[in-house]
């Protein structure tokens, strides 16, 4: 079992940025892929990013590439989302998963989930 905590949500304007973190804890966080998806109202469940257990490889949806950076410090069980340059269509609450088989992109694959984060951009 992996317990997931999503902290560092909030308002911000349009251009802002925000940094996620997500602290891990029960099992050895280095075991797992990790990832972020986002959620809006009305909205299903879709993939922002993911990062592989070394933390060499990366994916990211195309609506957040090259604003958004996924990272993981395997010594401090963490996982981040850096957020750049946000636009309104980011408002979304922001799950972070963990994956004990090789997936990257599929939620249905994802094992372990946090209870999300609130993120909110305002125009």
């Known amino acids: 079992q992996v317990q997931l905590v999503e902290s560092g949500g909030g308002l911000v304007q349009a251009g802002g940025s925000l940094r996620l973190s997500c602290a891990a804890s029960?099992?050895?966080?280095?075991?797992?892929?990790m990832g972020w998806f986002r959620q809006a109202p009305g909205e299903e469940r879709e993939f922002v990013a993911a990062i592989s257990r070394s933390g060499i490889t990366t994916y990211y949806a195309d609506s957040v590439k090259g604003r958004f950076t996924i990272s993981r410090d395997n010594a401090e069980d963490t996982l981040y989302l850096q957020m750049n340059s946000l636009k309104p269509e980011d408002t979304a609450v922001y799950y972070c998963?963990?994956?004990?088989?090789?997936?990257?992109?599929?939620?249905?694959?994802?094992?372990?989930w946090g209870q999300g984060t609130q993120v909110t951009v305002s125009s």
């Open positions: 998963a963990a994956n004990r088989a090789t997936n990257y992109y599929r939620a249905a694959l994802y094992d372990y």
């Open positions: 029960g099992r050895t966080f280095s075991n797992y892929i």
